[in-house]
């Protein structure tokens, strides 16, 4: 599918976190600006608004920030190529970077749902599972793991349990995670069973690329957004202002880790150069 290369600012005072994230803030020395500025965490909404207005398949190569511990795989300061396709529906975009995932690695693609990872792994049904049963399995799983101070959330336990199934099936492969639970929707449309449509592409048991079909309601897009919000404010973390939205149509798109991406094609263990 063609699409227009675009560039959109990196500082915004409003933009789109999991409510885990932590953003880096500045603030403005100009006496009419006193709002918060983040340094992108991805230039998700930013693209939301230009398919808003009509801008047609359109993506971008640019610099992400969140303030992370720095180790093989993450860094503060990383790179994106982040791509939204209007008329494409999200099993369409996962299955076309996952045959970008095998050319360019020469790896066989499997492709799985949460659910039968989950029965597969565990015997249980990931979507009939309440939060009370979700923290239970985690802690039978990992016994009495502390994952911090403070609350944890139930999608930071499905997390955990997600990551332990990835690293039992995920070894010299291209996998690809479909339709997610509710604990953890992003900013994905629900579809009519009650899961988001959303996938994320692993290699190696590395996460490459992360997608989903747009809500495309902006009253629809807020309500997660403020459930979003809460979850941030339930983890100590400030809430984030709300953003200006108008409805898209309808769309799908994935955001690719480009120094990953690139750090697998080369055979580095780490995204870092001097490593």
């Given at each position: ?8 600012p990196i500082l915004n ?7 885990t994230?932590?953003l880096?803030e500045t603030?403005s ?5 006193q ?5 992108q965490p991805?230039?998700e909404l930013a ?14 190569i640019?610099?992400a920030?969140r303030d992370?511990p ?6 503060p ?5 982040e791509?939204y396709?209007?008329?494409l ?8 970077v ?8 020469d ?14 792994a565990?015997s249980?049904?990931?979507h009939?599972?309440?939060d009370?049963?979700l923290?239970?399995l ?7 793991c502390?994952l911090?101070?403070g609350?944890?959330?139930p999608?930071?336990?499905?997390d955990?349990?997600?990551d ?5 099936r995920a ?10 639970p509710?604990?953890d929707?992003c ?5 009519d069973?009650g ?6 592409i692993?290699?190696d048991?590395?996460?490459i690329a ?12 807020l309500l997660?957004?403020?459930?979003e ?6 983890l ?5 202002p709300k953003?200006k ?13 480009v ?8 055979k580095?263990?780490s ?5």
């Amino acid at each position: 599918m063609d699409a227009v290369e675009v560039s959109t600012p990196i500082l915004n005072n409003a933009v789109l976190a999991h409510p885990t994230t932590v953003l880096f803030e500045t603030h403005s020395q100009s006496e009419s600006k006193q709002d918060t500025l983040y340094l992108q965490p991805s230039p998700e909404l930013a693209m939301r608004s230009l398919i808003s207005q009509g801008s047609g398949a359109i993506y971008q190569i640019c610099k992400a920030f969140r303030d992370e511990p720095s180790d093989a795989t993450h860094s503060p300061e990383f790179s994106i190529l982040e791509w939204y396709a209007p008329g494409l529906g999200y099993r369409e975009m996962a299955t076309e970077v996952c045959h970008f995932l095998k050319d360019l690695y020469d790896l066989d693609v499997e492709s799985i749902t949460c659910a039968q990872l989950f029965k597969d792994a565990f015997s249980v049904e990931l979507h009939e599972l309440s939060d009370l049963e979700l923290r239970l399995l985690h802690e039978k799983t990992f016994g009495s793991c502390n994952l911090g101070d403070g609350e944890v959330l139930p999608s930071q336990h499905f997390d955990d349990l997600l990551d332990s199934t990835i690293e039992r099936r995920a070894a010299q492969k291209v996998l690809c995670i479909l339709d997610y639970p509710i604990v953890d929707p992003c900013f994905a449309k629900q579809s009519d069973d009650g899961t988001v449509m959303r996938f994320e592409i692993y290699v190696d048991g590395i996460e490459i690329a992360n997608g989903y079909q747009e809500i495309e309601k902006a009253s629809d897009f807020l309500l997660r957004f403020e459930a979003e919000n809460d979850q941030r404010e339930r983890l100590k973390v400030n809430r984030l202002p709300k953003p200006k939205l108008r409805d898209i149509p309808v769309c799908s798109g994935v955001a690719i880790g480009v120094d990953r991406l690139i750090a697998r094609a080369l055979k580095h263990t780490s995204i870092h150069a001097s490593n």
